[in-house]
């Protein structure tokens, strides 16, 4: 069968669907991936899809979409269809299906578009979808680990067939444990070091863990140490509603006492997530605040030992700590970490965290003091081959927003075989005539 492949990126689509079917359009924005597409796929794809003429799009029997997930993705603007950049795309697709009719289409988004906006986005997309267009559609949230890819990455992905489902299966998922081990390449040579100053922070943090009583449990709520020591309110509102000299009678991040600062001064020796203009902190950023200075009581004496080491690291972020680890041994370095906005966070080497599309969140193999690699980040896509950005920045950022060509060949393999029987029907009653690009049926379900 003939596919097009819409807002490509890397080209996870082409990879899932280019053994038994053809690519005959694609569409990417971002130059350096619209080169690379062609230099992978043979194919030049368009570069915006808004000004592509409808009727210039070749006939095809599949649509392949992962339309941009910024307006729905807890990390972007969450404006969702109402994103004046990208939210109204979906309607392209829309767009595209009325006109070519392609007897299937498979569509992929990040996993809170299933839910946004009190899942009306989502009803939004199926009535578009099924009363307009007359698909049959499903969605199912999947992720590589679902299937022995050790990486950790929910999306959605959506499904719709012209001609009913008929007995459409999703793909079952495995029970294996993953291990990123199993994708790692051994010693290579192209890897990026940790930085010396990130080593650094890290053995500050194990000396955190260090502390900690092996009775206790390593807290598994982030950590804040901003608020080791202080003693600024919020309880009742936040420290911008309270009066600078009731305000002087606390402790900042640290314990810096407020005492005798001009109020410019004050609210530079606050943690950032405390200074907002809201009346109340949200019930979680109590709690959250509440915990770390209940922990700080506990081991004021241990703690006040490094403190300054703490409150000296250069960025606000590697003063965070998220250990997301449950028993077992403390030792940092032998599991996954990332440099977050949210803070240094650590993971089980059987729980790989989702590839983003941030350059300095690229994981770090603690155990070989290194970064991913590209071609390490391309497996956990099922992108093996593929020539990637030479830019590690972009290569990552690519990687991050990529489709997983392994789930979408499974859901493929089976939606097209599901409905074989259907090939040799016309795409709709009231079409005038069948898809032209539907040819050598029997070939196609061999």
């Known amino acids: 069968m003939k596919f097009v492949d819409l807002f490509a990126g890397i080209g996870g689509f082409h990879v899932a669907l280019e053994e038994n079917h053809e690519c005959v359009f694609a569409c990417e924005k971002k130059e350096v991936l619209a080169q690379l597409y062609e230099e992978n796929f043979n194919i030049k794809p368009w570069r915006d899809i808004n000004d592509v ?54 569509l992929e988004n990040v996993r809170n578009l299933a839910n946004h906006d009190n899942q009306n986005t989502w009803k939004y997309i199926k009535y578009r979808l099924e009363s307009e267009l007359g698909y049959d559609v499903d969605k199912r949230i999947y992720s590589p680990h679902n299937f022995g ?47 010396n100053e990130k080593e650094q922070v890290l053995e500050i943090w194990q000396r955190f863990l260090d502390m900690i009583d092996l009775t206790d449990d390593v807290p598994t709520f982030p950590i804040w140490s901003m608020e080791f020591g202080a003693t600024y309110p919020f309880q009742e509102m936040t420290p911008l509603n309270v009066a600078d000299e009731e305000l002087k009678k606390f402790k900042g991040s640290f314990g810096v006492s407020l005492d005798g600062l001009s109020r410019e001064d004050i609210f530079k020796n606050l943690p950032s997530y405390a200074i907002t203009k809201s009346g109340e902190f949200p ?33 606000s972020s590697w003063q965070k700590f998220e250990w997301n680890i449950k028993g077992g041994e403390r030792i940092i370095m032998n599991n996954i970490i990332q440099f977050r906005g949210s803070g240094v966070r650590v993971k089980k080497p059987d729980y790989f965290p989702s590839l983003v599309t941030v350059s300095t969140q690229i994981p770090i193999i603690g155990w070989e003091k290194r970064y991913l690699t590209p071609k390490e980040g391309a497996r956990l896509q099922a992108l093996n081959e ?43 009653e009231g079409d005038e005539e069948p898809n032209k690009s539907i040819s050598n049926q029997a070939s196609v379900i061999e």
């Open 53 to 106: 003429r409808i009727d210039e799009i070749p006939s095809h029997d599949i649509l392949c979409a992962g339309f941009p997930c910024q307006p729905f993705s807890k990390a972007g603007s969450q404006k969702g269809l109402e994103d004046e950049k990208n939210g109204t795309l979906f309607d392209k697709i829309v767009e595209i299906l009325a006109y070519h009719k392609p007897r299937y289409f498979i």
């Open 149 to 195: 890819i050790p990486q950790h990455r929910e999306r959605v992905f959506i499904i719709g067939a012209k001609q009913g489902l008929n007995g459409f299966m999703w793909p079952e998922t495995t029970n294996e444990i993953t291990k990123i081990v199993d994708i790692l390449d051994k010693e290579p040579v192209d890897a990026k070091k940790l930085e």
């Open 283 to 315: 019930s979680w950023k109590k709690n959250f605040i509440r915990k770390n200075r209940s922990f700080y009581t506990k081991y004021k004496v241990q703690i006040d030992a490094f403190i300054s080491d703490l409150k000296n690291l250069e960025k």
């Open 386 to 428: 593929l020539k990637l950005p030479n830019n590690l920045g972009t290569c990552f950022g690519a990687l991050g927003n990529a489709v997983n060509a392994k789930i979408v060949e499974l859901i493929a393999d089976e939606l097209i075989d599901k409905n074989a029987t259907q090939l040799n029907k016309p795409t709709s």
